[in-house]
């Protein structure tokens, strides 16, 4: 595998005060959190808690209801107008949102690749279009991050060729195509045959060893405990506790932390 300096001590990610809701039920409740550059963070909580609007709400694919998100101090999704009584939030055109997220990688459960297009063209597609870079840069590092995630001898095959651990690679290899400082992930391998599942995880751990910010929503406790800086558990819209693997997962203050590991370990 080749290996990519750190590129900047970036992707330093705040969420204050966010909450959300979807008509009467609150799925966020005044979350706050801040994820350090070239951290890695594991979310952790039973169906239902937010998890995923939570990763939604950081790239703004959810708007949130109260609350906002910086990235390197740069609030996403909005920018900051003087109105008459005070500072207003204005939302950025869909253009601008654009931008924005080609700097907060986003990898699904359900690997969301384009099935007609091959490996290669889907790890290029997304720098080609929202980053003006050549055809030829992009493809060799293309063909670089494809070699990086395993895959140097599949760049020609289309998604229904590959197995679900081969597509989620080439997925994480896409994500990384357009540079993020910022990687989401929503349970990369809860889609995966249970073989599968730590050929992913090797590579989402090769990934945190570049200095990307990482977020990754996960039951895969040994993960967690192996490469996490900061385990975060959430319940019911809140978080209800963080702090390192060992005294999250060991030591969990809350009885409900406890319920839940008691659960899935
Ligand atoms: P998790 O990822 O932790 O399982 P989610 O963030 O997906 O939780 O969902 C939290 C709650 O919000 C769930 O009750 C879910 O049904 C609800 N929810 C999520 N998205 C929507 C939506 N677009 N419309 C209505 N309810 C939603
Ligand atoms: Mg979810």
């Known amino acids: 595998m080749t ?3 750190p590129h900047r001590a970036a992707g330093r990610v705040e969420v204050h ?3 959300k809701s979807f008509g009467t039920l609150e799925v966020l409740r005044d979350v706050d959190l801040t994820f350090e550059p070239g951290t890695v963070t594991v979310v ?4 239902g808690s937010g998890k995923s609007t939570l990763l939604r709400a950081i790239n703004h694919l959810e708007k949130v209801d109260a609350g906002f998100v910086t990235v390197d101090g740069d609030l996403v999704g909005y920018r900051r107008c003087r109105g008459r009584r005070g500072d207003v939030l204005q939302e950025l055109k869909e253009r601008e949102i654009l ?3 080609t700097r907060i990688g986003f990898v699904f459960q359900g690997f969301n690749l384009f099935p007609h297009l091959t490996a290669l063209e889907n790890v290029v597609e997304a720098p080609l279009s929202a980053q003006r870079r050549s055809r030829a840069e992009v493809e060799a590092e293309a063909r670089e991050l494809l070699a990086r995630v395993g895959l140097a001898d599949k760049a020609d095959a289309r998604p229904r060729q590959l197995s679900g ?3 989620q690679r080439v997925a ?3 994500a990384l195509a357009l540079r993020p400082r910022v990687l989401l992930f929503d349970e990369p391998t809860s889609a995966l045959d249970p073989e599968l599942v730590g050929e992913v995880l090797e ?3 090769d990934v945190a060893s570049t200095g990307t910010t990482l977020v990754v929503v996960t039951h895969e406790i040994g993960f967690a405990r192996e490469v996490a800086d900061s385990v975060v558990f959430m319940d019911d819209g809140v978080v209800v506790e963080q702090g390192p693997p060992a005294q999250v997962l060991d030591h969990p203050r809350h009885e409900r932390t406890r319920a839940f590991l008691d659960r899935v370990l």
């Open 3 to 5: 290996t990519r300096a």
């Open 17 to 19: 005060g966010v909450h």
């Open 44 to 47: 952790l909580g039973p169906s």
């Open 99 to 101: 931008g924005q997220r």
């Open 165 to 167: 651990g081969q597509q």
């Open 172 to 174: 994480i290899a896409r």
């Open 203 to 205: 590579v989402i751990k």
